[in-house]
Every structure is written in structure tokens, then in C-alpha cells.
């Protein structure tokens, strides 16, 4: 996706909220009637387009190739993730990382066999947010991304970078560098097949379900599942470190 692309949704989402007046219950969500609009059109598209493709992927492709899949991408991530341990000053991160990458792009055919894992090298995930947030910048309201989903302020304005740094997407060749996104998208979905219809029927309310369980992710990701015994997860000002 372009900057300019992503410039274009945060224009569209600054103009919805100056349209919201209502006082919102939860001070997390000061933009809660935008944001349940922008949740129930991507719960459309979802719908009508992702949801079907994730699931014909699920059930035509073998398990051992969607597994490789996986693995491929999940490789490609690890580069963005190890550079953001750097920036986050996490060496032996860094070091595991760098080794994962090295590990499985040479002996597990450009990541398709997860070698590293097998060999207890831990896999993290990190991504600019959270390296804002380890650095203290405020999460800031929460936001719901067109197409893109869950979402805060501090971790929207960093998705351009987290793009940038996506080594699929510096991929020259215009064809596969859509084709890697789209199969990042529909593996993405395809493993949340089972999870995304419980929460739909079992949750009251969905959104604020989704809202609730993405908040706290965040932090715990932030924190390395360790945040402080005294965090308090409904402070959007005590939303990083």
C-alpha cells in the first residue's frame, strides 16, 4: 500500500471524526460512532471478499503448503522485527532474530521451513509501534483502519514505516509485490477463520470486544508480555513505556 494511499484513509478518518459529536463511554474511544461505521464496512468486505478467499485457500490448499506459506512471509517479517529490536536497544533480540533469518533463508529454503524454530531459536514480533511505545509515545485514541482494521493513533501514523520496512513490499516487480500482499492478507485471515466466527457469536457486541482484546495486545507486545502490576490498560496516556 503507498503513502499515499495511507495519507488518503487518515484524511477520510480526520474528516469522519470532526463529524462525531457524541461523548463516547470509554476514554480509549473518543471516536467511537466513526469507528463502529469503519468496523461494520470492513465487517462488509470482510464478508463479501476476504472471508470467502481465506476460506477457499484453507480448503484447496494442503496444509505442508499453506505451513510453507506462512513461513515464507513470516521470514520476511522477521527482518522488520529484528530492526526494530535494534531501534529498541534489545540485543540479544537483535541477535536471535538476525540468527532466525540467517537460519531459515539458508537452510529452510528462503524461510518455507521454519529451521530456527525447530532449533528453540524464539520467534518476536515487533513492529515501529511498538517501538514508539517502548520509547513512551502514548497509544492515543483508539482507531478503527478502513480495510486495515484495529488500530491506535500512535500505531497508524507508524504504519507507513512498518510498510516501508515490509521487505515484500520493496519488491520492484509490480505483480509479485501484489502477490506477496495478497497472500499475506489471505493467510492472515485464513488463520483467523475459526477465531473471527466465535467472537461474531459469541460476543455481544464484537466491536468492543475486538477493541478491548487489541488494546491490550498492544501493551502486552509493548511490554514483552510483562507490563507493570500498577498498568492501567484504560489510560490512553499511560499507553507506553
Not at 461494520?40 to 496444509?63: I, M, S
Not at 529454503?109 to 517501538?131: H, N, P, S, Y
Not at 516501508?164 to 492472515?188: E, Y
Not at 457486541?205 to 511490554?223: G, T, W
Amino acid at each position: 500500500m503507498s503513502s499515499q494511499t495511507l495519507r488518503s484513509l487518515w484524511l477520510a478518518i480526520a474528516l469522519a471524526a470532526l463529524q462525531c459529536s457524541a461523548m463516547a463511554a470509554d476514554a480509549r474511544d473518543p471516536w467511537e460512532a466513526m469507528n463502529r461505521r469503519i468496523y461494520a464496512f470492513n465487517d462488509v468486505v470482510d464478508t463479501a471478499v476476504v472471508r470467502p478467499v481465506a476460506q477457499v485457500y484453507d480448503k484447496v490448499l494442503p496444509k505442508f503448503a499453506r505451513t510453507g506459506v506462512h513461513n515464507f512471509l513470516g521470514n520476511l517479517s522477521d527482518v522488520w522485527s529484528m530492526a526494530n529490536s535494534a531501534l529498541q536497544l534489545k540485543g540479544q533480540a537483535t541477535a536471535e532474530t538476525l540468527m532466525r533469518v540467517s537460519v531459515n533463508s539458508v537452510f529452510g529454503m528462503a524461510g518455507v521451513l521454519d529451521i530456527a524454530t525447530e532449533m528453540g531459536i524464539e520467534k518476536r514480533k515487533e513492529d515501529f509501534g511498538q517501538t514508539l511505545g517502548y520509547w513512551g509515545v502514548p497509544s492515543g485514541p483508539y482507531v478503527v483502519l478502513p480495510i486495515l482494521g484495529p488500530s491506535t493513533l500512535r500505531d497508524g501514523l507508524a504504519l507507513p514505516l512498518d510498510f516501508k520496512g515490509d521487505p515484500s513490499q520493496n519488491v520492484r516487480d509490480t505483480a509479485t509485490r501484489s502477490t506477496l500482499t495478497v497472500l499475506r492478507v489471505t493467510d492472515l485471515r485464513a488463520s483467523l477463520l475459526k477465531t473471527v466466527d466465535t467472537v461474531k457469536a459469541a460476543s455481544l457486541d464484537p466491536y468492543s470486544f475486538v477493541r478491548d482484546a487489541y488494546l491490550q495486545k498492544r501493551e502486552n507486545d509493548i511490554y514483552d508480555g510483562n507490563p507493570p502490576s500498577d498498568f492501567d490498560y484504560n489510560d490512553p496516556e499511560l499507553s507506553g513505556k
